[in-house]
């Protein structure tokens, strides 16, 4: 209950809440609450959703859940922390009537914040008052105005990125597909011309019928059908999404069935490579930007300084302090696997996964000199030591990117040529052949549709 008064990150970056301006900004407003740490800060999400969707019958269900954020990141998301207080029913949303339904919270929130309740701390068995206060909401944008009647001014009101993004790509996608949930509709070219804006855009009337005009962007069938075969073909790690070969339709026309984490796979990692074979130059840089910036505020970790550039390629130090000892009498046995998961993530060596509809041997490290080292997972081998200790090294086969025209950085998409695969021989890399689990970071590879040939990949990062 108090994490949140002792976990504040010292690194100049955005672990939790805590570490943000608007938490600091409440500290130094109210004193007397913050002097007490386990007072509880609260968070209040709230959204609107249609349990009969798939019967065709309108309908709406809002439940309002609170979420405290003097736990650390690890517990204050995870379901068994959240607090459901209200279940709102009805035939329609509540919009404005909603502060009838949440009279009873907001009374009781005044209480806590105003007087709180005597609790027993069972940590230190003594009596002390806790207070609570409500920080923000969090929310999509209609559940913003709807919620914005009732909280005042003060209250800040924070917008769900998750939702954000798959209400954008969904748009998006829909647009590129020209599917049902395309934004390039009739209304959408009369108000261009009402507005008397991108006039090669506007309708035009042949014969008393409206038809569309054929502007710059537009996206051939051909390229409709590509886009499709490129989502269908992606392996994802295990865990990391769905199984997108599964939800294009057999005539490449199309994606079904997509929710809102699959949303979040296609804006973050999918689309500023796809677009490239459907989209031309001029209008690359804008998509890939806006995919970047969605890849960007959903970051595990935000860096203050720049909230717009992630803090990766650290610099990785083999933890081998306490095991000096050991390692000068060198291993006592080395086991060989095919499998092992490191830092929560699962790799598995190439070979095994041949036959897998997921990847999980990609792997990405820099050298000492700054050089990156992209490649595969060829070996798991452990070492034992005296003491019980033990060390997990990857043997990896690095793509041979050195020279020109084998490796390409642009609008922050990596793409690497691996026709050398498996190089051998005098290999740049033969001194490197081993690294530490440990130094390795998980990625995985993507066929780049933008080039000709097959020997063309897209790195991607499993972690931002």
């Known amino acids: 209950m108090i994490w949140h008064h002792t976990g504040w990150s010292n690194d100049g970056k955005i672990y939790n809440p805590v570490d943000g301006k608007a938490c600091q900004e409440f500290d130094k407003r109210y004193p007397e609450f913050t002097n007490e740490p386990r007072n509880v800060r609260l968070g209040l999400a709230a959204d609107g959703f249609n349990p009969f969707g798939n019967m065709n019958q309108s309908y709406s269900m809002w439940p309002i859940i609170l979420t405290m954020y003097n736990t650390p990141p690890w ?18 949303s509540p919009t404005k009537d909603i502060d009838v339904f949440l009279k009873p919270l907001v009374e009781e929130l ?12 069972a940590a230190t068995n003594t009596i002390f008052t806790m207070c609570a206060t409500l920080l923000w909401t969090i929310n999509d944008y209609p ?13 800040k009101h924070n917008q769900d990125a998750m939702h954000v993004q798959t209400n954008v790509s969904k748009s998006f996608v829909g647009t590129l597909l020209k599917n049902e949930n395309s934004k390039d509709t009739q209304k ?14 506007w309708l035009q009337k042949n014969n008393n019928k409206i038809n569309q005009p054929h502007p710059n962007y537009s996206f051939k069938p051909i390229d409709r059908e590509r886009l499709c ?46 677009v490239r074979v459907v989209l031309p130059t001029n209008a690359l840089t804008a998509i890939i930007d806006l995919c970047t910036f969605f890849k960007k505020i959903c970051a595990w970790t935000l860096d203050v300084k720049d909230m717009y550039c992630l803090s990766s390629r650290k610099k990785v130090v083999p933890e081998c302090t306490n095991e000096l000892k050991a390692l000068t009498h060198g291993p006592l046995n080395a086991f060989s696997y095919t499998a092992c998961i490191v830092h929560g993530v699962r790799f598995v060596v190439y070979f095994r996964e041949l036959r897998r509809t997921t990847q999980n041997s990609g792997g990405f490290t820099l050298g000492e000199d700054g050089t990156p080292f992209y490649g595969q997972l060829a070996k798991i081998i452990q070492l034992n030591y005296l003491s019980g200790y033990s060390v997990v090294l990857f043997h990896c086969k690095w793509f041979n990117t050195s020279g020109k025209r084998r490796s390409v950085e642009k609008n922050g998409i990596v793409a690497i040529d691996i026709s050398r695969e498996w190089y051998v021989g005098n290999a740049w890399y033969d001194g490197d052949l081993y690294i530490l689990a440990a130094q390795v970071k998980q990625v995985f590879y993507i ?15 499993v972690h931002n």
């Open 110 to 121: 005044k209480m806590l914040l105003d007087e709180g309740v005597q609790m027993r701390d």
């Open 229 to 274: 075969e490129f989502i269908k073909g992606v392996k994802l790690p295990d865990g990391f999404g769905s199984n997108f070969k599964n939800k294009v339709l057999p005539n490449d026309s199309n994606i079904i069935w997509l929710k809102s984490h699959d949303y979040h796979i296609l804006m973050q990692r999918l689309q500023p490579i796809g």
């Open 188 to 201: 959408a070219r009369e108000d261009l011309e009402n507005w008397h804006i991108r006039d090669n855009l």
């Open 447 to 461: 066929q780049d549709p933008s080039r000709n040939g097959n020997n063309w990949r897209v790195m991607e990062d």
């Open 75 to 92: 517990l204050c998301m995870k379901e068994s922390s959240f607090m459901l207080t209200l279940l709102i029913p009805d035939l329609k």
């Open 143 to 155: 559940a913003s105005s709807s919620l914005s009647g009732w909280s005042g001014q003060e209250l």
